[in-house]
């Protein structure tokens, strides 16, 4: 019993360490549309506050050749539809390095709520001999019409928001329930970070960081749900915020090694002028 209890904790930490600060990014520069509009994304796998590193996408420990993605696919009104043709490879460049990513447009011409959700290859972290897989939701609203914000969509690592991700003021507040395929992920570890820099559309690339962290808690800060999934956080600065529930997914190995599989989803905080 002593050594399972163990052995429990030590892949615990294990995959806490592994995806500490590792975000996948569904980037557009802004959430909440007046009108329709052709939008387009970034789609990165980095860390968003210090950017540290720019991890390849799809990065595999057997080949040198990247994994493609998974899917891709956007829900409004409950319909859904495929996205994956639509993505683009690129070099995506960081302060310190540059990595493989995607870029992607897409056509928000209906009201209401588009519901974006990429599902990345696994990404191997070479440092924990792990690998990781960030299922990833980011909600846009054209016209400012509520329609699916709030769908629960049964994926293996979801955080199902409670507060419209696209319709939060500074200093205000953002609540989730972290699920996996449908089931409530009691007390899941979650960490959140700020996008510190903004980003380049057209160089594809990331700019001047605007704050500092005063110790690197501040950096990646963690936070838990409580015993029915449940969290909130307090926004305390316009712009786009990470949140990722650590190995809440269903699934735990991939190609014979430890897989961490999380749950993103990326809001946006606007100012009061």
Sequence with gaps: MKKTILSTLAATAIMATSAMAHFQMVYTPNMALEKGKTIEFKHVFTHPFADEHTMDMGKQHDSKNFAPVEEFYVINKEKKKDLKSTLKDITFKGHHNSGHAYTSKYK??????????????????ANEDIYIQQITKTIINVAGTPTDWDAELG????????????????????????????KIVPYAEIEVEYINRDVNMKTNSMGASRFEAPQDSFVTMGIKANKDGEFTFSIPKAGFWGFCALGAGSDKEYKGK??????VIWIEAKPMK
């Design 108 to 125: 928000a011409r209906r009201m209401g709520d588009h519901v974006f959700v990429m599902v990345p290859a696994p990404y191997y972290e």
């Design 155 to 182: 994926l293996k690592a979801e955080i199902v928001p409670l507060t419209k991700p696209y319709a939060i003021w500074e200093h205000g507040s953002f609540t989730g329930i972290v699920k996996s395929n449908g």
């Design 258 to 263: 430890e897989l961490s599989q999380d749950a």
